[in-house]
């Protein structure tokens, strides 16, 4: 086996961001999935939305399970702490590392199989109990490392390659990240680095459960005429319901805009979303409208893609939990065994 490795050397004319580093520190290995593969698009967008917003490799935590969508941490932000789970775990594992260091920033990536099949129950409390991540699910309707089953997320009546009818259900992730109390919600399509890269800056500064999921088209077994994953239906059927900008800056005036004019929304690490609204039905401070739009859509044969919704006074499970701000990781016997005279009053307590 042939083993190829990015060279080490960099040109030094590379463009660098505040914080010195250039797009290609924010690389990993070279992909092995197939070539035009949606999966590696979206590694793409990930390199680019970080290296704007001069966040620094070492301070992210990527984690993921198995699939081809969990191998992409391999190819993006090598410099940065990863964990590769088993199958359908990745949320419990990001909850568990999150509490113990509050001060990564944690990047959940899985797949359709992943987090709507043996993932499911992962999935759904993640989203419930507000762990502060970015969660990215890379949704192809197939099972592609096991040669194209559909996975859960397939629409009923898409066709596989071999022209096989799908007569379940899909399994709505962005439903379900609506309704279970995700405070960041949104679909991307991995043909459109316009909307996915602001889309990926805005869930990372978020400040909580922050949700994306991204149509990425499977060329070796999901990208078929019959197919409602393929890049050709998705640009067909993709319906914008917002043309996002993320500034990461601060003091902006806040105000109820008129159809076509920008809305920004103050995020809790002091950047500000700006969203144009091009549907004046839709709000995306409204979680009902956004499950409403989503599902009227769908059922007309269209795919929303953009910023479906976005709380922006969301708190995450360390408030919730009322943790101390120091690291628990960097807590010492001292505090974490204060004696007997201390458990003895928590137990007076209970009582």
Request: hydrophobic share 40%.
């Amino acid at each position: 086996m042939t083993y190829i490795a990015k060279p080490r050397l960099h040109h030094p004319t590379l463009a660098k961001n505040s914080v010195g580093y250039t797009r290609r520190d924010y690389e990993g290995k070279i992909s092995t999935l197939c070539a035009g593969c949606g999966h590696d698009s979206i590694s793409a967008a990930i390199i680019q939305a970080c290296w704007q917003l001069d966040i620094e490799p070492h301070r992210v935590a990527k984690l993921s399970g198995i699939g081809c969508s969990s191998k992409t941490p391999d190819y993006f932000l090598g410099a940065s702490h990863g964990f590769n789970t088993v199958h359908g775990r990745m949320p419990s594992v990001l909850t568990g590392a999150n509490l113990a260091n509050r001060e990564l920033l944690y990047l959940g990536v899985s797949g359709d199989g992943d987090s709507a099949s043996i993932g499911l129950g992962q999935f759904a409390h993640a989203m419930r109990r507000g762990v502060r991540m970015v969660y990215i699910v890379e949704n192809n309707g197939v099972y592609g490392l096991t040669k194209g089953q559909f996975s859960a997320t397939a629409d009923r009546g898409s066709k596989s390659k071999k022209g096989a009818v799908n007569n379940d259900s899909p399994v709505d992730l962005v439903g379900m990240a609506l309704q279970l109390g995700a405070t960041y919600v949104a679909r991307g399509f991995s043909g459109d680095k316009g909307q996915l890269v602001p889309l990926i800056e805005g869930a990372i500064r978020h400040g909580g459960a922050a949700f994306i999921d991204v149509i990425s088209p499977c060329v070796a077994f999901n990208n078929h005429a019959g197919s409602t994953r393929s890049y050709d239906y998705v640009r067909e059927h993709n319906e914008a319901v917002s043309r996002v900008d993320f500034i990461a800056l601060a003091d902006e005036v806040v105000a109820e805009p008129v159809p076509g004019e920008v809305l920004e929304l103050p995020q809790p690490d002091g950047s500000v979303m700006r969203l144009r609204k091009l549907d004046p039905s839709h709000d995306p401070r409204d979680r009902r409208a956004a499950m409403n739009h989503a599902q009227a859509l769908y059922e007309s044969g269209e795919i929303a893609t953009g910023l479906l919704y976005v709380d922006p006074n969301a708190s995450d499970l360390h408030a919730a939990l009322e943790t101390v701000h120091r690291p628990l990781n960097g807590l010492g016997e001292a505090e974490l065994c204060p004696g007997a005279a201390a458990l003895e009053k928590i137990n007076a307590g209970l009582r």
